[in-house]
């Protein structure tokens, strides 16, 4: 399976923690997303990271890639109770156009 | 700009009904993808089309499943002769070109479910 696999797949920490996801995937890629999903809602894009970027930041996210671990991490500082939800990277394969999506992150956040 | 809009957002049908999911990609957009998801999983890839053409529907279950992206109106995704397998959330993204370089960007989906 080209899936992105999603690292740890669930996390539970208190509110102010920091929590950090990561994502490895098969072979080279053009991009790759992380979105965020809260129970039985619609995903919410992120972050999009070029494969030749190697950091973007978002507020109070941060996302990294080294192509050459083939690997990718989602830090979300400050966490609050809000930020519970399941994330989930997505990557953008070369030569393809569809995206991949692992099977998550579920994030839990305690007040 | 709205966003990707999808109707219903929850559907329920009988076994042997036909489901049918409706996707109003975001204006510009002439790039569809479908993907279903079951409990506790990721998104599965299903189909991808452009206007009037499908691209890949690699994902697709050979038999009572067909989509379409026509030249006026949203995407459809039908599904003929329901069965309880088929009970997941269907989600719709668009792009306004290929994903290259740009974000999908999700609609809301479509919560399917075969009684």
């Known amino acids: 399976s080209q899936q992105g696999e999603e690292d740890p797949q669930a996390l539970s920490i208190q509110e102010g923690e920091n929590a950090t996801m990561n994502c490895s995937y098969k072979t080279s890629i053009n991009n790759l997303q992380w979105y965020r999903q809260n129970s039985g809602r619609g995903l919410v894009h992120l972050i999009l990271?070029?494969?030749?970027?190697r950091e973007k930041h978002s507020g109070r996210l941060r996302v990294t890639l080294d192509t050459s671990k083939k690997s990718s991490s989602l830090l979300i500082t400050a966490s609050r109770a809000a930020d519970t939800a399941s994330y989930f990277c997505?990557?953008?394969?070369?030569?393809?156009?569809?995206?991949?999506f692992g099977t998550g992150t579920r994030l839990k956040v305690l007040a | 700009n709205a966003g990707v809009m999808q109707n219903p957002r929850h559907l329920v049908r009988r076994r042997g009904q036909e489901a049918r999911l409706r996707c109003s990609p975001m204006?510009?957009?002439?790039?569809v993808y479908w993907y279903r998801q079951l409990p506790e999983e990721g998104l599965k890839f299903m189909v991808y089309l452009q206007k009037e053409n499908i691209i890949d529907e690699s994902g697709m279950p050979k038999e009572r499943f067909s989509a379409e992206f026509p030249k006026e109106g949203p995407s459809i995704l039908r599904i003929q002769q329901v069965v309880r397998g088929d009970s997941a959330a269907y989600f719709c993204?668009?792009?306004?070109?290929?994903?290259?370089?740009?974000?999908?960007?999700f609609g809301q989906g479509t919560r399917l479910t075969v009684v």
């Open positions: 997505a990557p953008l394969y070369s030569g393809t156009y569809k995206y991949i």
């Open positions: 990271i070029r494969s030749n970027e």
């Open positions: 204006k510009g957009h002439s790039h």
């Open positions: 993204a668009s792009s306004p070109q290929d994903t290259l370089n740009t974000e999908a960007f």
